[in-house]
């Protein structure tokens, strides 16, 4: 076991129930419950076990958040660190046709009733999150919340954070960072959509760093949209740079793509949404080089509008 701790985190949806927002399609997937599982934990240990100690999961992941519970009490480790949200109920029993996955609730009897789990990561606990906060959900706005959510803070010495979602992510946090309770900030973390294509996110991190706020990038990879697929032709010239970054360096498009986000925004972790202990050891080879300067620029102007990536993106389906 390596004692480097990785800049790359385990986000956990991919592990927790068995479809999720992507445009690849893993073969042979597991299907009873059971395995499920047992494949679940068993990507925890590996990523574990390759120096990875920041591991991001929520009660909307399925059994994500379960088998992270389950999982630490195999562990006496100060250096793991556990991220987890509250507002979205997991509703598709893992049925594979389900027509709906997930419902959001951003009320304060749905913050209480997760809480109840999700307190068992204590003291593991470092980050406790909204789910995709936006205006839509009222959630930034609701009073009630934002105490309850200031009081666990206080009482667990954690951190409050959002995650974000959407063209408009800029203006969500903005909001955010402006809301104190009893004259002290609330939200000390900000996990956003950040990648080649949506790159607008970069604007507010100088912002973020100077008020210390923590900066997780989710979606790193574009809900796979990084890597070739006949059914993006207008991503062409993308695909035809990243294989020959991959060449050059010698990794998956999945590695370049991860370390464009750490050469670029130097957050606090970015989430691997790893399903198996393979895409472990090929995401975690972004932490074997740096990207020439050049390299950098380059994939800097692949950058898409946010309204057009956001569009596309609504269109992706489970799978």
């Known amino acids: 076991m390596t004692n480097n701790i990785s800049p790359i985190g385990l986000g956990t949806a991919a592990i927790g129930r068995p479809k999720y927002i992507n445009i690849r399609q893993e073969k042979n997937q597991v299907v009873s419950i059971e395995d499920f599982r047992k494949q679940g934990r068993q990507t925890l240990e590996h990523a574990y076990q390759k120096g990875i100690r920041y591991f991001d999961t929520a009660p909307g992941y399925g059994l994500a958040e379960e088998l992270v519970i389950d999982w630490l009490e195999s562990k006496n480790d100060p250096a793991i660190e556990v991220a987890t949200k509250w507002g979205y109920t997991y509703t598709a029993n893992f049925d594979p046709n389900a027509i709906q996955h997930e419902v959001k609730d951003h009320s304060l009897s749905k913050l209480q009733q997760q809480w109840k789990q999700s307190r068992q990561l204590l003291p593991y606990l470092t980050i406790y999150q909204i789910h995709s906060a936006t205006f839509e959900s009222g959630v930034l706005d609701n009073e009630a919340v934002l105490e309850g959510l200031f009081e666990l803070k206080q009482q667990h010495n954690i951190e409050i954070g959002i995650t974000t979602t959407g063209a408009n992510q800029l203006d969500v946090i903005k909001k955010a960072l402006d809301i104190h309770i009893s004259g002290y900030p609330l ?16 604007n507010m991190a100088d912002i973020l760093r100077k008020q210390s706020k923590k900066i997780i990038i989710k979606e790193a990879l574009a809900n796979a949209r990084l890597f070739p697929n ?25 590695a370049i793509a991860l370390r464009f986000c750490q050469d670029t925004l130097q957050p606090f972790k970015i989430l691997s949404g790893a399903s198996n202990q393979k895409q472990i050891d090929d995401n975690i080879k972004a932490e074997l080089f740096t990207l ?28």
């Open 187 to 202: 939200f000390g973390a900000f996990q956003v959509t950040y990648n080649i294509l949506d790159q607008h996110i970069a």
């Open 230 to 254: 006949t059914n993006y032709s207008h991503y062409q010239q993308h695909y035809t740079i990243l294989q020959k970054l991959s060449e050059k360096y010698q990794v998956g498009i999945d």
């Open 292 to 319: 020439d300067q050049e390299d950098v620029e380059m994939l800097q102007s692949l950058k898409t509008d946010p309204e057009s990536y956001w569009t596309e993106r609504k269109k992706l389906t489970w799978n």
